[in-house]
């Protein structure tokens, strides 16, 4: 167990929807990481924040964005969704902004189906 | 701009016998390597990381990996493999570009250990 909670674990939804996939930090953890995992194109960051602000973009959707509460509790919208949306994101964690060679602690994951 | 290439996207392999899964990096500026590895239906867990020092490190489960600068190469290898260890395997290089830390992953190795 990494301490590093996602719900919900599945999601089932249609296209053209939105929908929200929830994050909460290890205890003391300031950065929050957004993934994308998906068949064709392997795993990818999507967004990073630090402590409440948006501190690094990665390969993120204009129809995806994220924020992260003063809770450190992070939430990822998907909306106008698509087929090719589906996927297994993760989030991940770590103590500080971006010091080279942190480890990522990873959460379990949300599975994304859309139909 | 950084890359990671895993070789070989699926490496079956007997009981007990002994397994290398290869990574090779592209990158122009200092590099830290890790090793993630993912169980069915499970996040991310970290096997190791290479941040400075000696090139030969030790992780969990018995796994180590050799970091060689001239060949850009980061292999995993493990002496004598178990059911248990049967995942997919992430090699992830982070560096410091674009103004943040970026971790890049590669495409992932599937590791099926059969009886």
């Known amino acids: 167990d990494s301490g590093v909670t996602q719900t919900p674990k599945h999601l089932i939804t249609a296209t053209g929807q939105r929908v929200t996939l929830r994050c909460s930090p290890r205890s003391g953890d300031l950065s929050v990481y957004w993934y994308q995992q998906s068949l064709d194109q392997g795993l990818q960051f999507l967004i990073q924040y630090y402590n409440g602000e948006e501190r690094a973009k990665g390969n993120i959707l204009e129809r995806f964005s994220a924020q992260q509460f003063p809770d450190l509790h992070s939430e990822l919208n998907l909306s106008s969704l698509e087929l090719g949306d589906s996927a297994l994101y993760f989030c991940?964690?770590?103590?500080?902004?971006?010091?080279?060679?942190?480890?990522?602690?990873f959460g379990p994951g949300t599975r994304l189906t859309v139909l | 701009a950084q890359s990671v290439t895993q070789l070989d996207s699926q490496v079956p392999v007997f009981e007990e016998a002994p397994v290398e899964l290869r990574c090779n990096y592209s990158s122009s500026v200092s590099v830290y390597l890790f090793w993630y590895v993912q169980y069915p239906n499970q996040g991310l867990q970290l096997l190791l990381k290479?941040?400075?020092?000696?090139?030969l490190v030790k992780g969990i489960n018995g796994f180590e990996a050799e970091f060689n600068k001239s060949q850009t190469s980061f292999h995993l290898r493990k002496p004598s493999v178990h059911i248990s260890d049967t995942a997919e395997y992430f090699c992830?290089?982070?560096?410091?570009?674009?103004?943040?830390?970026?971790?890049?992953f590669g495409a992932g190795t599937r590791l099926a250990v059969h009886p």
């Open positions: 992830a290089v982070s560096s410091f570009s674009g103004g943040y830390n970026k971790l890049i």
């Open positions: 991940a964690s770590s103590r500080g902004r971006d010091r080279v060679g942190t480890e990522q602690f």
């Open positions: 290479y941040l400075s020092g000696s090139t």
